[in-house]
């Protein structure tokens, strides 16, 4: 086999997220980018806060596990597979958020004006969390 057909699988990879222009800094991370956003926002409640602490901190395991044990525990398609996921479970939370803060602005930033979009948004966050540990553990 060539070098060339070792690689074959790159073309056959699902399409991974391109982030928007506000999540692709200040920070390295788009996950961090995110928390920075949502973090900055001042409309978060202490719960929030924590989740979205969480969040990041397991963000930051996955890309360090990406970065040292990943290397000689799965195979390069494979860390592809997962950095693809990593993306698609961050651009759900980043969507949930938008939805969030949208709804929140049209409501006047009234307490009850985005009860069901902050449900949501916190779901997505403990899916993303949840999400970052399987990636790296299974």
């Known amino acids: 086999m060539s070098d060339s057909d070792s690689w074959?699988?790159?073309?056959?990879?699902?399409?991974?997220?391109?982030p928007p222009q506000e999540v692709c800094g200040p920070a390295a991370s788009v996950v961090t980018n995110i928390v920075i956003l949502m973090l900055a926002s001042d409309v978060l409640g202490?719960?929030?806060?924590?989740?979205?602490?969480?969040?990041?901190a397991e963000s930051a395991r996955f890309n360090r596990w990406c970065g040292s044990e990943a290397k000689s525990a799965v195979s390069t398609e494979e860390l592809f597979l997962r950095n693809i996921?990593?993306?698609?479970?961050?651009?759900?939370?980043?969507e949930a958020w938008m939805e969030f803060s949208t709804a929140l602005e049209e409501g006047g930033r009234r307490i009850d004006a985005a009860?069901?979009?902050?449900?949501?948004?916190?779901?997505?966050?403990?899916?993303?969390?949840?999400?970052?540990?399987e990636l790296r553990t299974r």
């Open 115 to 133: 009860i069901e979009q902050r449900r949501m948004l916190y779901e997505a966050i403990v899916r993303a969390r949840v999400g970052f540990i």
């Open 46 to 56: 202490n719960d929030a806060i924590e989740s979205v602490g969480e969040l990041q």
């Open 8 to 18: 074959r699988w790159i073309h056959d990879l699902p399409p991974k997220w391109t």
């Open 85 to 94: 996921a990593y993306y698609g479970l961050a651009r759900c939370v980043y």
